[in-house]
């Protein structure tokens, strides 16, 4: 039996790698970045297909879902942009990419692969999952980071209401706060606070289980934190 597909937008070796990895042993995968650095060993490891994309290119992210031999089963968007400093000094340009990167790339996968999705059959009364990595700061706005805050607001509001329009048509849609510090290679947690940072195939789990939802009982917000963050 052919393997469901699942497309990974923004890869990198932190939750990228460690959702690519869930997702292997049941998915034929296609990954998509930037650039081809840190995709290479993660497709050798899990089989997938790669291709080179900026997400900010309806263009290129129209093609890439257009080319699909099959109507995508799971979509993943994970990239976003920062430009940090105060308001008074912020460069409008570096504030249009973090909003374009994060909202307008997540807009564009969103738009195509829900354009994919809906030709496709129900399985089990369900067309396929779109999955948008958030952030605390689509919640809450923090000092010297509006620009990452205006893309994950816009993202956070996207999600909510693609899945409002796409549910009753057999397309899960959800949005995932992460609200916390993600233990990618490199980082290492305090030593007198263990487990206090986010273990990125722990979140790869809760991606799992919102993919696995039965359509009477569908998520579409979730937020994952360590016991150290506040509410």
Do not use: C
Request: aromatic share 6%; hydrophobic share 45%; no cysteine.
């Amino acid at each position: 039996m052919t393997k469901p597909l699942a497309v990974i937008i923004g890869v990198g070796d932190g939750l990228s790698a460690a959702l690519a990895r869930n997702l292997a042993p049941d998915h034929s995968l296609v990954l998509a970045a930037r650039s081809p650095g840190k995709m290479q060993a993660l497709a050798e490891e899990t089989g997938a297909r790669t291709t080179l994309l900026d997400a900010t290119d309806e263009a290129a992210v129209a093609a890439l879902f257009a080319d699909l031999s099959t109507a995508p089963r799971v979509v993943i968007y994970n990239p976003s942009a920062r430009a940090r400093g105060p308001i008074a000094e912020l460069s409008a340009d570096e504030v249009r990419h973090a909003v374009e990167v994060t909202a307008i790339g997540a807009f564009l996968t969103g738009k195509h692969a829900a354009k994919r999705m809906l030709e496709a059959d129900l399985i089990d009364g369900k067309k396929g999952t779109i999955l948008f990595t958030g952030a605390s700061a689509g919640v809450k706005g923090f000092p010297q980071s509006a620009p990452f805050a205006m893309g994950k607001f816009a993202q956070r509001g996207l999600a909510e209401s693609m899945a409002r329009e796409l549910h009753p048509k057999g397309i899960h849609v959800a949005w995932i706060n992460i609200d916390g510090m993600i233990l990618n290679p490199g980082r290492s947690e305090p030593a007198d606070k263990p487990g206090s940072m986010l273990r990125p195939e722990a979140i790869a789990r809760t991606y799992r289980h919102l993919i696995n939802q039965d359509r009477s009982a569908w998520t579409n917000e979730v937020a994952v934190r360590p016991w150290v963050e506040r509410f």
